[in-house]
């Protein structure tokens, strides 16, 4: 069972426990958000609902729609036949996942992986991975090789210099003041 919806309220994860609980129905075991290395704005409410309330995140976009892959440069178009190629029409929807800023951090993000011997799908995958709250990441593949890296990418584990080094170049969100 799933429960979706706004990506910082904790509200709706909290109703659904107590509507499990009153009604003796089967509590939700997850939630399904938005959650990359370089979406994290969950990590303020949801994860600590979720934690509250025994429910795993299950990420998507785990990949920023393929910032994260590796495929997209700053300044060269994208590849034909890519997410990112049939969205250039729509610049709302392109600046969500391709800003200047995201894409800064996605070029640092590889430099920590490069260092460490990986890629930086490796990195965004086996740093989800390294949240307890996350059992399993919904990844797209279109190809028989994207679902092998994809398998690959989830078996480094992160150290915490590693962790530590992420969050310099994307850290987890504060709280408004």
Do not use: M
């Amino acid at each position: 069972k799933l429960v979706t919806g706004v990506q910082t309220c904790a509200l709706p994860i909290s109703d659904a426990a107590w509507t499990s609980v009153v009604n003796r129905i089967s509590p939700f075991i997850s939630a399904q958000n938005r959650y990359s290395v370089l979406s994290r704005d969950i990590e303020l409410e949801v994860v600590p609902a979720c934690n509250a309330h025994g429910l795993g995140i299950l990420p998507f976009f785990p990949l920023e729609s393929g910032l994260l892959s590796g495929k997209y440069k700053p300044g060269v178009a994208p590849p034909q036949g890519t997410r990112f190629a049939t969205w250039g029409a729509n610049p709302t929807l392109a600046e969500r996942f391709f800003s200047d800023t995201k894409f800064a951090q996605a070029q640092e993000l590889a430099k920590i992986a490069e260092a460490r011997g990986h890629t930086i799908l490796d990195l965004a995958f086996s740093w989800l991975l390294s949240k307890a709250y996350v059992p399993s990441v919904i990844a797209g593949a279109t190809k028989p090789e994207q679902i092998e890296a994809n398998v690959k990418a989830a078996t480094w584990k992160i150290d915490g210099d590693t962790l530590a080094a992420i969050d310099a170049v994307s850290p987890p969100p504060k709280a408004a003041q």
